[in-house]
Nanobody, 123 residues
Framework: VQLQASGGGLVQAGGSLRLSCAASGRTSSNYVMGWFRQAPGKEREFVAGISRGGQTYYADPVKGRFAISRDNAKNTVYLQMNSLKPEDTAIYYC??????????????????WGQGTQVTVSS
């Protein structure tokens, strides 16, 4: 499956963005989907994930602010980001995990990655 992430940009603190991850090649409903991010000088970290059954999981720093969802008809996964903070600034990547029903926070368990989209939150 090929993944194309989009929707990043520059936003002021407290603002919102919605990231999209469009899948092609195979239907995204066959995969566990995740969003990760990597800030300058830091390791890539898990942000949110959605299982094949639609269960959602979030990293503690984004709970209550971010929401992951999937539209299987459009083969697209979304990350709605509200109440953005400067510490949310990073490159955001979507990823797909095959052969499982469950979300994992381990990035090495995901098989396919999008190219990343930059999110910058100004204070």
């Amino acid at each position: 499956v090929q993944l194309q992430a989009s929707g990043g940009g520059l936003v002021q603190a407290g603002g919102s963005l919605r990231l999209s991850c469009a899948a092609s090649g195979r239907t995204s409903s066959n995969y566990v989907m995740g969003w990760f991010r990597q800030a300058p000088g830091k390791e890539r970290e898990f942000v949110a994930g959605i299982s094949r059954g639609g269960q959602t999981y979030y990293a503690d720093p984004v709970k209550g602010r971010f929401a992951i969802s999937r539209d299987n008809a459009k083969n697209t996964v979304y990350l709605q980001m509200n109440s953005l903070k400067p510490e949310d600034t990073a490159i955001y990547y979507c990823a797909a995990r095959s052969g499982s029903y469950y979300v994992t926070e381990r990035d090495d368990w995901y098989d396919f990655w999008g190219q990343g989209t930059q999110v910058t939150v100004s204070s």
